[in-house]
């Protein structure tokens, strides 16, 4: 009798341990892996991972990401806020986290319309720059920042949102001043300073006609002068409405003609209201607080969730369809915690737009995005 009990106890053991080691197999699947064969899965890291105070946020980037992005850290205004100030702890706090893990490093972003200090445009008695001067600044900005992290950075936002959504070039300090040629010039300048990285176009709403005709044609123009490109990003920032799936399979298969790779760059899914008659991510259009657009503070309603889980499915259907001409899929954020959304374009409410949630747990809708994987439409 007690052998007989004691081989129970036995098999009771054996799959309580059994049990314990396939749960911990499903739970560690990781986005990295699940989409290995198609794309690069990358992140963007903010303040407090760089400086090393969310140690759980980090254990989440290590495992499941294999690219990484400065979410702040890289832009101008922190980079280089002063004419004789340089800031590089954080950006190389990214490179080292970068190097350590086999990750590879974006440097997010160069030339901007936005987070880009007033005194770069100006002279030391405040008068506006002439074309030749800021050509000059943005060289020695470049050179400066490209040049330090040569050879480990994989590749760099060179210009970010250049278009309006017209196609219009957005009229911006840069354009103002130097003229158009200020995108092929700032291409020029980090390929001199590291022949080796790669060189983007980075923007939202990429999927709008007349941006995505616009930025094929400043693509075709490159080509014919020689510049070199080697990435267009899209951002990402999308809704539930927007982009619809017909125009983002639009956009994708006019972006893939052009032969240069595609990366989603920024990705999230915004299901709050819209504060406004609004579609896109300009950083600087913002809205006031209202009750009505904050209405999941308490959590996502089983409607919004399976919202969520469609719209996710949407757009990995559309990147899995073209899996050949995208390689890099970079969310903006760890989890839904620290999303910039819960801030932009109303300050102060409770987002859902990542894979991750506020406890730090990949959402359900990852294992039916696996499956996407293994059966490519
Ligand atoms: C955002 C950051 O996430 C915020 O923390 C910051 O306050 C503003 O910028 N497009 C871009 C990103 O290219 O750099 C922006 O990031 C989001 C929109």
Redesign the pocket.
């Known amino acids: 009798m007690r052998f007989i009990l004691l081989k129970y106890h036995l098999y009771m053991i054996t799959l309580i341990v059994l049990g314990i080691m396939f749960s911990g197999v499903q739970a560690q699947v990781t986005l990295k892996d699940a989409f290995k064969d198609l794309f690069l899965i990358g992140t963007a890291l903010n303040y407090s991972q760089l400086k090393g105070d969310d140690p759980e946020s980090m254990k989440i980037i290590k495992q499941h990401f294999n690219s990484i992005t400065a979410?702040?850290s890289m832009?101008w205004e922190q980079i280089h806020p002063g004419p004789e100030k340089y800031e590089f702890k954080l950006a190389d706090s990214l490179v080292a986290i970068g190097a350590r893990n086999n990750m590879a490093i974006i440097g997010?972003?160069l030339i901007w319309h936005a987070?880009t200090p007033d005194w770069v445009f100006n002279d030391d008695s405040g008068n506006e720059l002439d074309r030749d001067k800021l050509l000059h600044r943005m060289k020695e900005y470049i050179f400066t920042v490209v040049g330090r992290y040569k050879g480990k950075v994989f590749g760099w936002d060179v210009v970010?949102?250049a278009f309006e959504d017209n196609g219009s070039l957005r009229k911006s300090k840069w354009l103002k001043i130097i003229g158009e040629d200020y995108i092929q010039r700032a291409f020029e300048y980090v390929h001199q300073a590291d022949p080796e990285t790669e060189l983007y176009y980075?923007d939202?709403n990429m999927w709008k006609e007349d941006k995505c005709a616009a930025v094929i044609n400043m693509i075709k123009a490159f080509k014919a002068n020689n510049i070199p490109i080697h990435g267009i990003g899209f951002?990402g920032?999308w809704g539930t409405e927007w982009p619809t799936n017909d125009s983002l399979y639009m956009a994708l298969e006019s972006y893939a003609e052009t032969g240069v790779p595609i990366m989603i760059t920024?990705l999230d899914l915004n299901i709050l209201p819209m504060a406004f008659d609004y579609f896109g991510?300009d950083?600087t259009k913002r809205a006031e607080m209202r009750e009505d657009l904050d209405p999941y503070k308490e959590g996502l309603p089983d409607s919004m969730q399976i919202v969520f889980n469609n719209r996710y499915l949407d757009f990995f259907k559309a990147f899995i369809k073209y899996h050949n001409s995208i390689s890099r899929i970079t969310f903006?954020g760890v989890h839904d915690g620290i999303s910039?959304l819960n801030n932009?374009p109303v300050h102060g409410r409770t987002a859902y737009p990542l894979l991750f949630d506020r406890d730090y747990q990949l959402k359900p809708v990852i294992n039916e995005l696996i499956k996407l994987v293994k059966k490519p439409e």
């Open positions: 979410e702040n832009k997010h972003t987070q970010n949102e980075n939202f951002q920032h920024e991510a950083i903006w910039w932009w």
